[in-house]
């Protein structure tokens, strides 16, 4: 496959045809991007270009690729033949033509896509083959998370023994602090049980919630271990998903009310100058799938949620370990869905009050709004709908 079809290339390059508006487009609006859905990495490095962390521990050790843009994207039908085994979601790595003007566009390619290893090696000008192979491993891990929260991907990251600057994975104090308090909310209860017996009496709330969010599964957490009768590895993978249970429980608590508001107001979004027929039709069938596939993401997440909820009330109120064992050791796939519905659902209130501020005019005209609502249309899982 000759590198201009292998690498998608975005705006014009030698050799290569310019791309469609569209694409520019979505690629000069990643800044306003959900952070579960986009790691901006050229926003990091030239916001913090002169960070002693950011040079001495670096995510990826190509500076190329370390000014990358992350994207997690869900794969259109005609993206699907660049791997061998199906798959909804990947990993997008967008290379900036000019680090500067987004608008110039950029090339991309998939983590996993065929011949993956010689285009990263290729795009990430690669001297050590050993950095390749660091980086590499690195691309995978990431692509086997849904999410590129923040939170998230740094524990997952930590938990095998890859450990770049926090710098790279900043979350606000304020969100830090909600987050605590939320945590310890779940918590409490199982620390109330632990103070009446079970040989996990020596753990207080504080304690547990520390152990629970810390970047190590260590000896805080051994009774609980024990009590779930887990070997060290599964507990590990256990503990991982269930702080991103937590994760993504306090993430939709805080999401909801934003989100509600977003699809009123996309409810009610009117394009200015003159519209088609055809556009009038496409965006007012946009509108209603998205608000459909919006409820039908939450009542699917109830569902997983509910399916947690169960399992701690086991633990908890029943006293029945075994219970919330079987919920861990199944948790990864859970896992998955949720933090894939989650994240289309934040992409679409980040991007839109990204895009349309609130209090000020939404003005757009027929062309970008349809662009906007597909973009949306798409993260949702509504293939069917194309763009006028």
Not at 66 to 81: F, G, P, V, W, Y
Not at 104 to 126: A, K, P, T
Not at 275 to 290: D, G, H, M, P, T
Not at 293 to 312: K, S
């Amino acid at each position: 496959m000759p590198p201009c079809a292998a690498i998608r290339r975005f705006g014009a390059t030698k050799g290569c045809p310019l791309a469609i508006d569209r694409t520019i487009r979505s690629l000069v609006g990643i800044g306003g991007a959900s952070p579960s859905r986009v790691l901006n990495l050229l926003a990091i490095g030239q916001a913090l270009s002169d960070h002693p962390g950011h040079k001495a521990s670096p995510l990826f050790l190509s500076p190329i690729l370390n000014h990358a843009i992350l994207l997690k994207h869900r794969l259109r039908a005609d993206e699907s033949d660049l791997f061998s085994a199906k798959r909804v979601l990947a990993t997008k790595i967008i290379i900036p033509f000019e680090r500067s003007d987004l608008r110039v566009g950029g090339r991309s390619m998939f983590v996993g896509q065929r011949n993956f290893d010689s285009l990263l090696r290729e795009i990430g000008n690669y001297r050590e083959l050993a950095d390749l192979r660091r980086d590499t491993e690195v691309l995978r891990l990431i692509d086997a998370v849904p999410s590129l929260d923040p939170f998230l991907l740094r524990e997952h990251l930590r938990s095998h023994a890859v450990t770049p600057d926090a710098c790279y994975f900043e979350i606000s104090p304020a969100d830090q602090q909600r987050m605590y308090e939320y945590t310890a909310g779940e918590i409490g209860r199982l620390s109330a049980m632990a103070s009446g017996g079970g040989g996990m009496q020596e753990i207080g709330t504080g304690r547990l919630v520390s152990a629970l969010l810390s970047n190590e599964v260590n000896e805080k957490l051994e009774p609980l271990r024990i009590t779930l009768g887990l070997g060290p590895d599964e507990f590990r993978d256990g503990i991982f998903s269930w702080r991103g249970f937590i994760y993504y429980k306090w993430s939709l608590k805080e999401l909801w009310p934003r989100l509600v508001q977003t699809l009123k107001d996309l409810k009610g979004a009117q394009p200015v100058g003159p519209v088609n027929a055809e556009q009038r039709f496409y965006l007012n069938s946009a509108k209603e799938s998205i608000i459909r596939a919006v409820r039908d993401n939450r009542d699917a997440i109830r569902g997983i949620v509910e399916v947690y909820d169960n399992a701690y009330a086991g633990l908890i109120e029943r006293r029945q370990p075994q219970i919330f064992r079987e919920f861990l050791l199944g948790a990864p796939g859970l896992f998955l869905e949720l933090g894939e519905k989650i994240g289309a659902m934040s992409h679409v209130t980040s991007f839109w009050n990204y895009r349309f501020p609130p209090g000020l005019p939404r003005v757009a005209d027929a062309e970008e709004l349809t662009l906007i609502l597909h973009d949306f249309a798409q993260s949702l899982g509504q293939e069917h709908l194309k763009a006028a």
